[in-house]
């Protein structure tokens, strides 16, 4: 009758859980496609292999050496570790215990062992990413837009909830391990377990009942902690794990450095430069052009994508030239923003049923003139991303909007463009003589 109440709750554990995070990923699926479409084309391989390389290889994480290689064991770990949730969720649904035990034969205490190196290396490495954070404070960690509230909170939760679920693993299979030595009801002989089993004698002491108590229950946590993991994750940072593959999957196959030009501003410059090209008439119901985005709706798709995939890390901002010589301008903070604003417009979709201006934008209200004028363009930002996220296109649409709609530049730029739209070149001369300045 125990088994049968256990595989009911569970059931309905696991079936509310999903139910959840089902909505939520939904959510932000919807809040995604608010913004403009951008089509990728390219070479499919390539962008496969791209998937490959930054998303599970995590190739650019390897240029600094020591937290890629923590970062290697965490996210491998825990990966390839809740392979072992396939067994756990088949057991709570069928009310079995060690499922594929039998199938495997002596296979599974070689994958389980597997699992608990792997299980040991995770925790490890989160108490070691624990003090680099809290103890050492590393800068880029624990500065800006992270010195302080939610964004440290975050990162340190999670790391504290990887340490409590390796670590109910390891106890899990510890109990187990006695249990089969008592030879208990459902406990099948796997034989020792590769780490747990130098756990195995705090517990040993225990009585028959009491063993099952400790391992039901943390296999109760184990399970419970996974979906409350899971759930938590569309909340948090840590959503790369999960947006990292089509991320990297849809990162552009263009030169490094391209940046696309309005379609309706190279006809102006070409109608200067070849007046008779000129449309003779404009049609009556042609639409006033918008220039660049002051919204995150006004933005593509795929920098949305960008703004849900980041993982904070500060890689953009710690190779931010503008940021390095104390300018306000953070690559990292230009994509919490842009993500904080889009979260703000899904909650007015979700309580209107439809978006209501509420008289606030991603341009001023979240980032600021001074942020985007301090842009170099230089796209360090973009090569320092472990999964190539790009926060130059949503500083250089902003900036666009600044520019043309509001016409808000310093003296300087504006001579240069109106330079440039009288005279065809950035200097204060006739077109005739804009190669003067060779000869100065």
Request: proline share 5%; hydrophobic share 45%.
């Amino acid at each position: 009758m125990l088994h049968i109440i256990q595989q009911v709750l569970f059931i309905l554990v696991l079936g509310f859980a999903s139910f959840v995070f089902y909505k939520k990923i939904m959510s932000i699926r919807r809040n995604i496609n608010l913004g403009k479409e951008e089509v990728f084309g390219g070479d499919a391989g390539l962008r496969w292999k791209n998937v490959l390389l930054l998303a599970f290889g995590q190739k650019k994480m390897f240029k600094r050496m020591t937290p890629a290689i923590l970062h290697f064991f965490v996210y491998a770990g825990f990966i390839i570790i809740n392979a072992e949730m396939l067994e756990i969720v088949l057991d709570g649904i069928l009310g079995t215990h060690r499922l594929f035990s039998p199938f495997l034969g002596v296979v599974y205490p070689v994958l389980l062992g597997m699992f608990e190196i792997l299980a040991l290396t995770v925790l490890v490495s989160c108490v070691i990413f624990l003090i680099r954070r809290n103890v050492l404070k590393l800068k880029r960690l624990t500065t800006g837009e992270l010195s302080g509230g939610w964004p440290k909170t975050d990162a340190n939760l999670i790391l504290v909830t990887e340490i409590v679920l390796m670590s109910l693993l390891l106890i899990m299979n510890a109990c187990d391990y006695n249990l089969q030595q008592l030879h208990a009801e459902h406990y099948a002989q796997t034989g020792p377990f590769l780490i747990s089993q130098y756990i195995a004698p705090l517990f040993s002491g225990l009585s028959e009942s009491s063993l099952l108590a400790v391992e039901r229950g943390a296999w109760w946590i184990h399970i419970i902690g996974i979906l409350a993991f899971l759930n938590y994750l569309p909340y948090s940072k840590h959503l790369h794990i999960v947006l990292a593959f089509p991320n990297a999957y849809y990162v552009s196959l263009e030169p490094v450095g391209e940046m696309n030009n309005m379609k309706d501003i190279q006809n102006e410059v070409l109608y200067a430069m070849e007046p008779d090209k000129a449309p003779t008439e404009v049609p009556a119901d042609a639409a006033m052009p918008k220039f660049g985005a002051k919204d995150v709706m006004d933005l593509s798709w795929k920098s949305l994508l960008d703004a849900y995939a980041c993982t904070e890390c500060g890689r953009c901002t710690a190779s931010c030239p503008a940021n390095i010589t104390g300018k306000k301008l953070s690559p990292r903070k230009i994509m919490m923003d842009t993500r904080d604003r889009l979260e703000e417009v899904g909650k007015n979709i979700d309580a209107n049923k439809e978006f209501v201006d509420d008289n606030k934008s991603l341009l001023h209200d979240y980032i600021t003139t001074e942020e985007l004028r301090a842009c170099t363009s230089c796209n360090a930002c973009v090569e320092a991303c472990p999964v190539s996220i790009n926060p130059l296109n949503i500083i250089l649409e902003l900036r666009r909007n600044l520019y043309m709609e509001e016409s808000n530049v310093p003296q300087e730029w504006m001579q240069m463009s109106n330079n440039i739209e009288n005279n065809m070149a950035p200097w204060k001369m006739s077109p005739s003589d804009r190669d003067a300045w060779a000869h100065s």
